[in-house]
């Protein structure tokens, strides 16, 4: 089956640098690839998803990149606010209702 | 709005015991399914419902889980016998449904079940 590498597992960063979060995937068949956001005490939350005939894309401060040869994907925040702060995960597909996660990237934002 | 409601948020328990935790969905929503967060984890996937479709099981760790979805729309996730690796954040998701392979999941606040 599918294994999802999320890689750091703890990022801190200065208010208004960048943000890189990095995952790998190991079946090629994935094809969708989500991002999710996860605050103290709820459940994880969209913020961004892409499928596999596209390379790039981008919703104001966040983007996401696919590389599909090399099977890995990123995720970058930039201008990072406090509430940018929180856990997040990636995740990748194959199959309908089968979303495997990575382990998470917890991101503290340093005032 | 009405998002995915679960309950109970915490439950205690007893080792041996049994427990249910339930799953409200989004009204609407065909596609249900069940996480599981160990600390410091990530989502490890349990179950997922599509409309009347057999359920996919496949992520069930073992017989002593089960979970049923009635009408449709409520689910019950049951754990018998309970052991202290069952502690955990129960995460339940749905979607819109229609077999896409690319659904937006919507999560409740997860049931964190502590067995001592």
């Known amino acids: 089956g599918e294994n999802v590498e999320q890689h750091p597992s703890t990022l801190s960063v200065q208010e208004g640098d960048s943000a890189v979060i990095k995952c790998t995937y190991s079946?090629?068949?994935?094809?969708?690839f989500p991002w999710y956001k996860q605050e103290l005490g709820k459940g994880p939350q969209l913020i961004i998803d892409?499928?596999?005939?596209?390379g790039e894309k981008k919703d104001q401060r966040i983007a996401v990149t696919l590389n599909k040869t090399a099977k890995h994907f990123s995720l970058h925040i930039t201008e990072t606010q406090p509430e940018d702060s929180a856990v997040y995960f990636c995740?990748?597909?194959?199959?309908?209702?089968?979303?495997?996660f990575g382990t998470g990237t917890r991101l503290t934002i340093i005032p | 709005g009405a998002g995915v409601s679960q309950s109970p948020s915490n439950k205690v328990t007893e080792k041996g015991k049994d427990v249910e935790l339930r799953c409200d969905p989004i009204?609407?929503?065909?596609?249900l399914y069940w996480y599981r967060q160990s600390l410091g984890q990530g989502l490890e996937f349990l179950i997922y419902?599509?409309?009347?479709?057999?359920?996919?099981k496949s992520g069930l760790p073992s017989d002593r889980f089960s979970a049923e979805r009635t009408g449709g729309s409520v689910s019950t996730l049951t754990i018998q016998r309970t052991q202290q690796e069952d502690s955990a954040v129960y995460l339940c998701?749905?979607?819109?449904?229609?077999?896409?392979?690319?659904?937006?999941?919507?999560f409740g606040s997860g049931t964190q079940l502590s067995v001592l």
């Open positions: 998701a749905s979607s819109l449904g229609g077999g896409t392979g690319s659904e937006k999941l919507f």
């Open positions: 079946d090629s068949a994935s094809n969708y």
């Open positions: 892409i499928r596999s005939n596209v």
């Open positions: 995740a990748a597909t194959p199959l309908v209702g089968k979303l495997t």
């Open positions: 009204s609407g929503h065909t596609a």
């Open positions: 419902f599509q409309g009347n479709s057999a359920p996919d």
